[in-house]
């Protein structure tokens, strides 16, 4: 295939959520069978350019964009300008505001009036809004990467709040996040989901027409680890909580497992890492309950998965598959998760919980041996589930130009 434009909504660089998990292995993965890629990032951070010799080595792009948008560590001016996002564009979700700027939208259409696509590939949806009015994207084919049903995140998260005005917000976002979901999955030439889960909803969401999508999981390298987890320099066994700490399935199931399981838990033989970034300002009492080591940011996650016993994924909703999950499991550190939790991995040998006497009884009845040998059993499972070259090849496979 000539020449494709891969759009992803943030800087793939440093690689420190699941999102940019997932961008990174598909995009690395997939480049050998483009001639030409070209990569549009929109950047909160003039810091991502720096890492342009990551693109390089990693995908040996073209040309790479970098499109600053919008980014406010003041709430009220965040408000304000997410409000006047609203009046000028009110048929898009708020949160699309920081994307359909008249000047995104103009450094846009500069780049698609210089260079002719063969395939536009979104992986993600927002930066779709900064496309679809303009002229010059009108024939060109389109790929949607679906990391979760958009629509569905928030529609949950109303479920979760018991003020109503809060539930009602949410619910009208959602509408409008479901709207520019189909949109897009209408528009597009294929919709490559993450799990099965998704793909099955958005068949739901097709009246039953399921002719453009296809089944992409996350393809992650598996490589026997060089650390030996069954000796540790504590006799602590240590639990690891990994993810981004604003995005709201993590920071629902974290909160509730620090409220409702961490204080029934012997602080002198268990200690917590918690790891990711995003706003963590809503757990600072919690993160300072005994036990707990708050790290934030980690640039070495070898080295915070070589010193951990066991992976906690206390999510309770959501969509997409838990990239922590098959990431844990390539690295093999056994899983304690909801149900929930490992939705769309494909994983079955783990430690289940779900209520919080489950997760209380659970970990205190932990085994570092007995979790070695659940995370090999699992290791060689999803080892040839998530092969990065046979997943490649069904994506291009999938595309018909």
């Not at 992976?311 to 304690?336: A, D, H, N, Q």
């Not at 929930?340 to 430690?351: A, E």
């Given at each position: 295939m000539k020449r494709c434009l891969w759009v992803v909504p943030k800087g793939i660089f440093p690689v420190r959520d699941g999102a940019r998990v997932a961008n990174q292995a598909l995009l690395k993965s997939v480049r050998p069978h483009f001639n030409e890629l070209d990569i549009m990032l929109f950047n909160e951070e003039d810091s991502d350019e720096l890492h342009i010799s990551l693109y390089n080595s990693e995908f040996n792009p073209t040309n790479v964009y970098f499109f600053k948008r919008a980014s406010f560590s003041n709430k009220i001016k965040k408000l304000i300008f997410l409000g006047k996002s609203f009046l000028t564009k009110p048929s898009l979700p708020v949160t699309t505001g920081y994307f359909h700027t008249e000047r995104q939208k103009h450094e846009v259409s500069q780049v698609l009036s210089h260079r002719q696509y063969d395939v536009i590939v979104f992986d993600g949806l927002h930066p779709f809004t900064a496309f679809m009015d303009l002229p010059e994207f009108k024939n060109i084919p389109v790929i949607y990467r679906a990391h979760n049903v958009e629509g569905d995140l928030w529609s949950t998260a109303a479920s979760k709040t018991k003020n109503t005005i809060i539930q009602k917000l949410l619910l009208w976002q959602g509408r409008k996040m479901a709207h520019l979901e189909m949109t897009l999955a209408a528009r597009a030439q294929k919709v490559w989901c993450i799990a099965e889960e998704d793909l099955n909803r958005f068949k739901s969401l097709q009246n039953g027409d399921d002719k453009n999508l296809v089944l992409i999981p996350v393809g992650l390298d598996f490589k026997k680890s060089i650390h030996d987890h069954s000796e540790k320099k504590s006799d602590k066994i240590n639990l690891l909580f990994l993810g981004k700490m604003d995005w709201a399935p993590n920071k629902d199931g974290l909160k509730w497992f620090l409220e409702e399981v961490w204080p029934m838990i012997d602080s002198s033989r268990f200690e917590l890492q918690i790891v990711g970034s995003?706003?963590?300002?809503?757990?600072?009492?919690?993160?300072?309950?005994?036990?707990?080591?708050?790290?934030?940011?980690?640039?070495?996650?070898?080295?915070?998965?070589?010193?951990?016993?066991?992976?906690?994924?206390?999510?309770?909703?959501?969509?997409?598959?838990?990239?922590?999950?098959?990431?844990?499991?390539?690295?093999?550190?056994?899983?304690?998760?909801?149900?929930?939790?490992?939705?769309?991995?494909?994983?079955?040998?783990?430690?289940?919980?779900?209520?919080?006497?489950?997760?209380?009884?659970?970990?205190?009845?932990?085994?570092?041996?007995?979790?070695?040998?659940?995370?090999?059993?699992?290791?060689?499972?999803?080892?040839?589930?998530y092969s990065p070259t046979s997943i490649a090849k069904k994506a291009i496979g999938s595309i018909t130009i």
């Open positions: 995003g706003d963590s300002s809503w757990g600072v009492d919690l993160f300072k309950s005994p036990g707990i080591n708050f790290q934030g940011f980690a640039k070495d996650l070898e080295a915070v998965y070589a010193s951990c016993d066991f992976s906690i994924i206390p999510i309770r909703y959501g969509s997409g598959t838990r990239i922590k999950v098959i990431e844990s499991i390539s690295k093999e550190v056994p899983i304690i998760s909801t149900d929930m939790g490992v939705q769309g991995s494909g994983l079955n040998d783990y430690f289940k919980a779900e209520s919080a006497d489950e997760w209380i009884k659970m970990i205190n009845s932990l085994d570092r041996t007995r979790g070695l040998e659940v995370a090999g059993i699992a290791f060689t499972k999803l080892e040839e589930m």
